[in-house]
């Protein structure tokens, strides 16, 4: 069983892998440089720790530590149990969960490792937003996708706020990134995958009328909000795709949209 440790000390450098979680930066930094990530909250603890990651520490509010006892209990890691305000104090924000937990990254597969059982692939380009990034995970776990690839410049799934929007799906969905944009798609290309990509431009065709539900695999390519797929995406897909919009409006939500997406793509195809 781990050990419970109670902290009253800011500073104590045990409280290490918990420290200025608002600096964005700092910590897109840092996490992937120390092999960590932060998992908050009961449902995404467990649901990290159901996914094989290792759990290098806790850190609970004392009213957490019943909750958490199953989880405790099979523990060698150390738990630190502290008051919110300490735990606001530590992390820079009121910690409204009550539980945190560093966890061990795992090696990250290689996309041709990932291609290789999947048939339905989400590709994102350039999508840094970690609000987006979760909730385009949570859809392609909910919808059926078997894999994602990210282009190097995408934010990292394993960020908290990534992890916290998408419920835990990140754990669910085999990623990989692709070291070489928009090289690396020829890859893809190659192991038999017809890539799409969606644009609201009025020269694409509709999800209808391209029917990837009946392709044998398919990517689907998906740029960042705003922007959209830059022109050397756009370049390198067989096929432009939209999804028709009403009353004016042009575009969705990056997030809304892969939703929309991936359900086209999956439709007719037997879920888990």
């Known amino acids: 069983m781990a050990e419970l440790i109670t902290v009253e000390d800011p500073d104590d450098p045990r409280l290490h892998d918990y420290t200025d979680l608002t600096d964005v930066e700092l910590r897109r930094r840092r996490e992937p440089a120390e092999g960590l990530f ?12 159901d996914a094989g990651y290792e759990m290098r520490s806790m850190l609970l509010s004392a009213k957490w530590v019943d909750a958490m006892r199953d989880v405790i209990d099979e523990l060698t890691a150390p738990v630190h149990v502290v008051s919110p305000e300490l735990a606001e ?13 560093s966890m061990q990254r795992k090696p990250l597969p290689t996309a041709a490792a990932v291609l290789r059982t999947a048939r339905r692939v989400a590709v994102m380009e350039s999508v840094n937003d970690h609000t987006n990034i979760g909730a385009i995970f949570r859809s392609a776990a909910a919808l059926g996708m078997d894999a994602v690839l990210l282009s190097p410049d995408c934010a990292d799934p394993l960020y908290r706020r990534s992890v916290k929007v998408s419920m835990g799906a990140v754990f669910s969905v085999p990623y990989a990134r692709l070291d070489i ?16 990509a969606l644009t609201p431009d009025e020269k694409a065709k509709t999800l209808d009328e391209a029917a990837p539900h009946r392709m044998d695999r398919v990517a689907l390519m998906l740029g960042a909000e705003g922007a959209g797929l830059s022109t050397r995406a756009l370049a390198a897909a067989e096929e432009w795709v939209r999804i028709p919009m009403s009353h004016g409006v042009d575009s969705l939500n990056v997030g809304a949209a892969a939703a929309v997406a991936f359900y086209a793509v999956t439709t007719g195809r037997p879920q888990e």
Request: a positive charge; hydrophobic letters at 45%; charged letters at 30%.
């Open 38 to 49: 932060i998992a908050e909250g009961e449902k995404v603890i467990r649901r990290a720790r």
């Open 89 to 101: 104090r530590v992390t820079g924000y009121h910690v409204h969960r009550g539980a945190l937990a």
């Open 181 to 196: 944009w928009p090289k690396g798609l020829e890859a893809v290309r190659e192991a038999g995958f017809t890539l799409l």
